[in-house]
């Protein structure tokens, strides 16, 4: 049951994040690439995603190896 829940915050999670068209520009991030124009707002954008997801799959790393070493052995 664990696995099925874990797998399915991951599948969110993935899902969530591999949209193109999301936004992930703070205020002045928007204000600035606003100025630039269309493509160089996109590009920042990817760029924007692309730094963003360095943490995340670090804690996801960490997080399953914990979760290996510390599940039960039946």
């Known amino acids: 049951m664990k696995q099925r829940v874990l797998a399915f915050i991951f599948t969110v999670c993935i899902l969530h994040s591999a949209f193109y068209i999301s936004s992930a520009q703070c205020s002045i991030c928007t204000k600035t690439a606003q100025?630039?124009?269309?493509?160089?707002?996109?590009g920042m954008n990817s760029g924007i995603l692309y730094l963003a997801f360095a943490p995340f799959a670090i804690v996801g790393y960490i997080s399953y190896r914990w979760w290996k070493n510390n599940r039960k052995t039946v």
Do not use: F, V, Y
Request: overall charge positive; proline content about 12%; cysteine-free.
């Open 35 to 42: 100025q630039l124009g269309e493509k160089p707002a996109k």
